[in-house]
Each structure stands twice: as C-alpha cells, then as structure tokens.
C-alpha cells in the first residue's frame, strides 16, 4: 500500500507554497526522514522529508507549481521487510558518508542539482565536513577555469551566481520568475510606501569609543563567550534604550488605534540569495551583549543556509539595518510595517571632525532614521537618533542608563 506524502500544514500568514525543487524522481529510492523536495513559502523554505523508507512512485506536481496546505504531493512505495533488512546491512557495510542530502542545506543541494554534481566529489570546509554553497561555487569555478573551452552549458545557464561572472558580447536577455521571497518584501515595500508616511532623519556618530572598545576587549570576550565582539550588539542596546526613551518609536498603528508595546523585539535585517528577511530578536532589552551576538551571528548563519523558521522573523517592533556591509555612505531605509521606524547603519568612514577647537580624524557613521509620521513627530525622531548616538558616542551611558 502506497504512502501519501502531503504539503504540512502551512502557517495562517502563508497562504500556499511553490515547489522549489524535487531532490527525487519517481523510481528513485529515498530513505525515512531524507528530503525529497523543497517548498517556498513567502518567507521560509521548507523541507519535505519521506515519512518511510522505499521508493518515489509517482509525484503529482512539477518544479514551480503552487500548493496549497494538505494537497497530495507525491506517493510512496514502502519497503518490504526484506528490502529493510539487507538496506540496514548494506548501510553498515558502507558507513556513514556525513555528506549525504540530509547534511546539506537547501541552497546547496540546488545548486548542485542545477550544476549534475554529486557532493562525493566536493570537499566540504563547513562543520564536520559539510559542504556549504561557497564550497559549491568554489568548485564550479575551479572546474570553470581548469576546462573554458568546454564551459558546461548547463552551469552557465541554470546558475546564475556563475553566470552573472562571465561576460557575452551579444545582447542576450534572460526572463526568470521572481521568487515568492523578493515578491512578498516587494509588496510589502509599496504597501509600507503607499500607506504610510514615511520621512527620514540623518544624524552621524563618532564610533571611536565603541572601537576603542572592542579592540580593547576582543579577544577576552571571544574567548569567554566563544562569539565575536560586532557592532551590532552596541547598536541594539542603544536602539533599546532610546525605545524606552521614546515609546512612540517602539508603537505600530493597527486601523485607527495605537499600539503601544512593552517589550523590545528588534529586527535585524539580513541580506541572504533568495533576498532580505528581517529575523526577529526577542525581548532584546534582557539580553546581554554576548547573548544578543550569539543570536545575531545564528540568524546569520541560518538565513544563509535556508534554515530559518516563519516564527523567526513574526512580529518585531523595531528594525535595524546595516547597508554598510556593502560599503553604503548613505540611505533612505523603508520601514517594515506594522512598525513605525527603523534605523539606518552605514559604512564606517574616516573623516576630519573638530573636537575641542582642532581639527582631528575619527572612524564616523552616517545613521539614518525612517519613521511613519503618521504617529511619530519630527521632534521626536531627531530626539531618538541623538539618543543613539549620544549613548553610542559614550557607551558608559547604556551601563548606567543616561
């Protein structure tokens, strides 16, 4: 009797899925728990793994399609107990290869189905061997350069993080549908655009103290907390404390009522293949700055292997994003409704500054505040980024909270 593989249920915010990707074709054999194919969601992506061992009967729908929660997928043929016992045998025989579909990431095994590569052939650089997409591209680019006359079409075409590095003389064009993420932060740009509205404040800082600091304190608070001393961590403790300072920054509009919240979960917006998701960090204002990098630097991680759950990035009362990562002087973030504002970081430039009647150079920051006028005054946002940047300038502020 065949078993029936069905899309899970999808959250109340998502409304359906498209097939990512199939990881197996009927007549494959596909073990219990192995993922057999990808489902994209507005937000996450979703791995579908096979509830038995045995072999792909049939699939119902193809790359691309849209499902809903519930909807029949694909059908297995179990395994006999017979088949179970000498699969188990030949399993201990063989070993544990540590590369197989389960151990890779999402990304990964797109790009090596895209690419007719088996991950035997790629020496993996990620934790306990496993092979991570940077790996893949290495690969593919290595294999690139050993053989050009005879680029593999395939590559050149299906993979566009190969393809966007090697240059063509004609006036080709290249029509791809846009993923279900980029269309959801897409829409909810102009809906942010169209139904609030939006100003922007500027103000700069002067991070010599923050760098003194962490230059200072680095390697000791590595080695204590086995996390790395970011900016980001200064960045929120001060975007806290300034929320506590001035609640209508911290608030959303919901119809014709303001809600205001007593608690502080930050979004911290990251850059990932599919586009920006904004993962959510809780109750910020409790946490330390070790615990508030060890979060950060996990979303990161996760955002780029695919692996983060909607419930990660739900809510969020604020949001930070950094531009400066990717050498941005200077930006007009757009908010991320519900929210009323989000603070702006950018690249961190020398530049001569006066200190004290001379002319001096200190490592500054352009920061940028976009915020719904709608509720929240000129006056009030210019006051909350000089809070952030009075409390940034001089960090002892935010261990004495003034």
């Keep these: 009797m065949s078993i029936e593989v069905k899309v899970p249920s999808l959250p109340e915010s998502v409304a359906d899925a498209t097939i990512a990707a199939w990881h197996k074709k009927p007549g494959d054999k596909v073990n219990r728990d192995e993922n057999i194919l990808d489902l994209e969601t507005d ?31 694909a ?7 017979s088949e179970h016992q000498q699969e188990e045998k030949t399993k201990t025989n063989e070993g544990v290869s540590g590369l197989d579909n389960k151990s890779t990431s999402p990304a990964v095994r797109r790009l090596l189905a895209e690419n007719d590569l088996q991950p035997t052939e790629i020496k993996g650089s990620g934790k306990d061997g496993r092979i991570t997409k940077e790996d893949v591209v290495s690969f593919i680019e290595s294999s690139r350069d050993k053989n050009k006359p005879e680029t593999n079409r395939r590559t050149t075409e299906s993979n566009p993080l190969v ?7 004609g006036r080709e064009e290249r ?3 846009m993923s279900r993420l980029r269309a959801k932060v897409a829409e909810r740009l102009l809906e942010a655009q169209h139904n609030a509205a939006i100003l922007t404040t500027f103000n700069e800082v002067n991070l010599q103290a923050v760098m003194d600091l962490r230059t200072q304190y680095k390697d000791s608070f590595e080695k204590k907390h086995g996390v790395k001393l970011g900016f980001m961590s200064f960045f929120t403790k001060a975007v806290v404390e300034s929320l506590k300072r001035f609640p209508a920054v911290n608030a959303s509009i919901d119809g014709q009522d303001i809600v205001y919240h007593g608690y502080y979960d930050i979004g911290i917006a990251v850059s990932t293949e599919r586009g920006l998701v904004v993962p959510v960090i809780r109750n910020a204002d409790q946490l330390t700055m070790a615990e508030i990098e060890k979060t950060i630097s996990n979303y990161a991680t996760r955002a780029r292997e695919g692996k983060l759950a909607i419930e990660d990035m739900q809510g969020g009362t604020f949001t930070i994003t950094n531009g400066g990562v990717f050498g941005s002087l200077l930006a007009t973030p757009i ?24 002319i001096v150079i200190r490592p500054m920051m352009y920061l940028a505040l976009s ?19 009075d409390l940034l300038e001089e960090p002892a502020r935010l261990l004495l909270q003034i």
């Design 75 to 81: 059908r297995i043929q179990p395994m006999s107990a």
């Design 371 to 389: 915020y719904d006028h709608r509720l929240i005054d000129g006056k009030d946002s210019v006051q909350f980024l000089v809070s952030v940047k």
């Design 335 to 358: 908010i991320n409704p519900p929210q009323t504002g989000i603070l702006g970081m950018h690249k961190i430039q020398d530049r001569p500054v006066v200190e004290k009647g001379q």
């Design 175 to 177: 029509r791809v549908p």
């Design 163 to 169: 393809q966007a590095q090697i240059p063509t003389n």
């Design 43 to 73: 937000k996450v992506v979703l791995e579908v793994p096979s509830p038995a061992d045995g072999m792909l009967e049939e699939i119902f729908f193809k790359q691309g399609d849209t499902v809903l929660s519930g909807q029949l997928l």
